[in-house]
């Protein structure tokens, strides 16, 4: 099981999708899973509020049963479709606390020790990509100030404690080119992952997202 973990724009995304086009990984997003969530819970709260609400009402560790509960989801269906996940790749996580709770409590899945990939990106650098990829309105024009309040809100949950226990420090300070054989060099030598080919035990048919496998 791997968790990859950065801050916002850091490529963290990009290299945990990659893992799952190329080499058969199974790939949560915990952000997108929590957004689901909350959609169907509370539309129209303040997400803020409303994690709050939900921490003090059901514990800490609401929000990381839920990404449990997500990956098991997912991972038995992929079972069940006949297709066995090379690895198992949870992004976004930004608390130690609860990538430790998620690791021990998906041990049925995954019995191998939890690694922790970080992507390191500087400030300058992050605020460029972030206002480039513009996700969401505003982000193309956010000021910096407002997007350092982002990396602020951050850093207060415990992302760079993290950091500090990272498996690997993987940097992301140049071009899209360099960082793609970077992470094709870590998926294939560090995490022993073979690209999906026509002469490999899987052969994986990508259509409009969805996934087939063939032996």
Known sequence: MLFVVGYHASGKSY???MLERQYGAL???TSAVVRAFKLLDAPDASIVAW???KEAEFGANFFDEIIVSAVRD?????IEQGITPTEVVISGNRSLGGIQYIAEHLRGIDERPAKI???????????ERFQKRDRREGDATMPLEEFQKLIKEEQNTGIDE???H?????????????FRGLSTLIAEHELKLKRYNDEGEYIHIYNEGNREQRR
């Not at 990939?117 to 605020?127: G, I, K, L, M, P």
């Not at 993987?170 to 899209?176: D, L």
């Open 74 to 78: 997912r991972y038995l269906t992929e």
């Open 15 to 17: 290299f945990a999708q």
């Open 27 to 29: 790939h949560i997003e």
């Open 162 to 164: 993290i950091f500090l």
């Open 117 to 127: 990939f970080a992507v390191e990106v500087s400030e300058d650098t992050r605020y």
């Open 51 to 53: 994690a709050q609400a």
């Open 166 to 178: 990272a498996d690997m420090i993987i940097s992301n300070n140049g071009t899209e080119t360099e």
